[in-house]
């Protein structure tokens, strides 16, 4: 449902394939489901409703594998007991539903959504326990994890102006699940509204530089002492792509940063097109920034590849 370049933003539907955390392309990414689609055109005016009867869920690294998310808990001074996470049955009570109405008025492409769903992410409930004395650690901590129901209201844009597209998307998430830092909390589970918002530009420089530059921001608009998530996590986006040699060399790159954790990640890549069939693509995944950091946590995982796509 959203256009943001190289990021997972309003597209909220599909759940995703992160076991190389965001590298893939992200039509590879998405992960496809059976579901019931309905679309509705009128002129300008366009309705989509949607059923899915049985949830899917992300799909994560294994417990040590190079973009293993879990480690970063697995590395905390206590005796850590990891639950396989708890999902809900193959059944049509536990189905998904969402809809979506979009317009054009007056050169803007405007649209509303909603989805009723199970989160992608599961919930890492938490529990503490004191070990007997004598132990290597003084206490045990026994996650849980659980996916759970929310609600998720969007809004995207998009305009056209001077050869300029200014795009937007907002999801406001009333209820979500967020961990918390507090050990007295029972299940270290806060309760807070989110509001996610992005805005994009498109421009083309010279007839041939494609560049796209975002600003995007998480809220959490009732923060509370000792949530693990900061109240606001704004983070900046490049991307440029160009071509030379009637395209047959086209340099890209992406670069994503945060502001709150200082880390970024940063994707050069180079391809080389044989012919109309043949594709050679040089390229690389740089990764900076603190060890907590959505991307600093991956720090050591720096890695260069070279691609061939056949086409037939």
Do not use: C
């Not at 933003?9 to 990414?29: G, H, M, S, T, W």
């Not at 919930?123 to 003084?138: D, E, F, K, V």
């Not at 206490?139 to 929310?150: A, D, K, Q, T």
């Not at 606001?232 to 060399?249: E, L, P, Q």
């Amino acid at each position: 449902w959203g256009q943001a370049v190289g990021l997972f933003f309003a597209d909220i539907v599909n759940p995703k394939d992160l076991r190389e955390y965001i590298l893939p392309d992200l039509d590879q990414a998405r992960i496809p489901i059976p579901a019931a689609n309905i679309e509705y055109y009128h002129d300008t005016l366009y309705l989509q409703l949607i059923f899915i009867p049985f949830p899917e869920f992300n799909e994560f690294a294994k417990p040590g594998a190079e973009f293993d998310f879990s480690r970063t808990i697995l590395a905390q001074d206590a005796d850590i007991i990891m639950k396989d996470p708890v999902k809900p049955d193959n059944s049509l009570d536990n189905g998904e539903i969402g809809a979506r109405v979009s317009k054009l008025i007056a050169g803007w492409d405007l649209s509303l959504f909603y989805l009723y769903d199970y989160y992608n992410f599961p919930t890492n409930y938490r529990y503490i326990s004191s070990n007997p004395a004598g132990s290597l650690h003084t206490v045990s901590i026994e996650y849980r994890p659980e996916h759970n129901r929310v609600h998720r209201f969007g809004h995207t844009f998009s305009k056209e102006y001077l050869d300029t597209i200014f795009k937007g998307e907002f999801i406001y998430s009333p209820k979500m699940y967020i961990s918390s830092l507090d050990t007295t909390d029972q299940d270290g589970i806060s309760a807070g509204d989110t509001l996610d918002w992005l805005l994009g530009v498109d421009y083309t420089f010279f007839g041939s530089l494609e560049t796209n530059f975002q600003l995007m921001q998480k809220m959490i608009l009732d923060h509370e002492p000792g949530m693990a998530q900061r109240e606001y996590a704004t983070s900046i986006s490049v991307w440029f792509k160009t071509g030379f040699f009637d395209d047959r060399i086209e340099p890209e790159f992406f670069m994503v940063s945060s502001f709150n954790q200082r880390d970024w990640l940063f994707r050069p890549k180079i391809a080389y097109n044989y012919g109309a069939d043949l594709t050679f693509f040089l390229g690389a995944d740089l990764f900076w920034g603190e060890q907590n950091g959505d991307f600093g946590r991956f720090k050591d995982n720096d890695r260069f590849y070279f691609e061939m796509l056949y086409r037939f």
